[in-house]
C-alpha cells in the first residue's frame, strides 16, 4: 500500500509566497512522474506542474515564470514553490505520482487528499 500526503497550503496575501510539498510512502518500488494539479471552486482540476525522475519539467500557462516545481527522488519527495500569487491561484492543489508498489505489476496514478491554497487580501 502506498500514498500521497500533502503538506504547507494556507492562507496568503496577494504577492506572496508559499511552498508545498509531498511525500509518497509506503511499499514503494518505483516513481516515474510527479506532479501538481489544483481545483479552484467551481471548475474542474487542471495542471500546475509535473516532473519526471529525471528532470524534465511542464507547466501549466497560468503559472509559468511564478512557480517552480522540483523533486528529491532520494525522498520520494515533491516540491512546489509559488510565488508572486494572485488571487485567482486560490484552489485546493494536489499531489500527483505515477508509481508502483513493492511487488506489484502495475504502474498507477495516484493522488494525495488535496491542501487547500487562499490567496486574499
Known amino acids: 500500500q502506498v500514498q500521497l500526503v500533502e503538506s504547507g497550503g494556507g492562507l496568503v496575501q496577494p504577492g506572496g509566497s508559499l511552498r508545498l510539498s509531498c511525500a509518497a510512502s509506503?511499499?514503494?518500488?518505483?516513481?516515474?512522474?510527479m506532479g501538481w494539479y489544483r481545483q479552484p471552486p467551481g471548475k474542474e482540476r487542471e495542471l500546475v506542474a509535473t516532473?519526471?525522475?529525471?528532470?524534465?519539467?511542464n507547466y501549466g500557462d497560468s503559472v509559468k515564470g511564478r512557480f517552480t516545481i522540483s523533486r528529491d527522488n532520494a525522498k520520494n519527495a515533491v516540491y512546489l514553490e509559488m510565488n508572486s500569487l494572485k488571487p485567482e491561484d486560490t484552489a485546493v492543489y494536489y499531489c500527483?505520482?505515477?508509481?508502483?508498489?513493492?511487488?506489484?505489476?502495475?504502474?498507477?496514478?495516484?493522488w494525495g487528499q488535496g491542501t487547500q491554497v487562499t490567496v486574499s487580501s
Open positions: 500527483n505520482a505515477i508509481m508502483v508498489a513493492r511487488y506489484g505489476t502495475r504502474w498507477s496514478d495516484y
Open positions: 509506503g511499499n514503494i518500488f518505483s516513481i516515474s512522474a
Open positions: 516532473i519526471t525522475s529525471g528532470g524534465n519539467t
